[in-house]
């Protein structure tokens, strides 16, 4: 199934898991972006941010977890990230720690907030729509990738 078949089934999960990605691109690129700042509060969101970019990495690339060397519970920890609620419920706390970066001054950290947003709004309209979690085949969601994680 090629990436345009994917889009075209109308899974909420798969668009999620897209806008999931390009969230974690721009968490590391505006987090790095915005650690090079003098207000303390700003860099302490910053590689808050960095982190959730790695964190949100691992979620969506199933793979990394067995090719990856780390530890036992951070792999039990980023395993129970595995249906449409919890997803939704991790990005929605994602979200909201990035939002707070705002509360000292509004940076371009704002943008991996809406984003974050976005892929949970994704992930909580697949739960509420009932739509079985399927991840994209392109970023390793079915076949060996699935059966070795």
Known sequence: MALKDEFATRNFSIYGQWLGILS???????????IFTFRPIIIVFSVITLCFSFVILFVEVPLLLRICPTSPTFDNLIRKISTNYTRAAAYG????????????RTTSLLV???FLSFTGIC??????????FVGSKTLGGAGVAQMIV
């Open 123 to 132: 992930y909580a309209l697949a739960a509420l729509k009932g739509q079985a």
């Open 112 to 114: 991996p907030g809406i």
């Open 93 to 104: 706390v994602m979200a909201v720690v990035v939002f707070l970066s705002c509360i000292d």
């Open 24 to 34: 974690m691109i721009l968490c590391f690129a505006l987090g790095i972006a915005n």
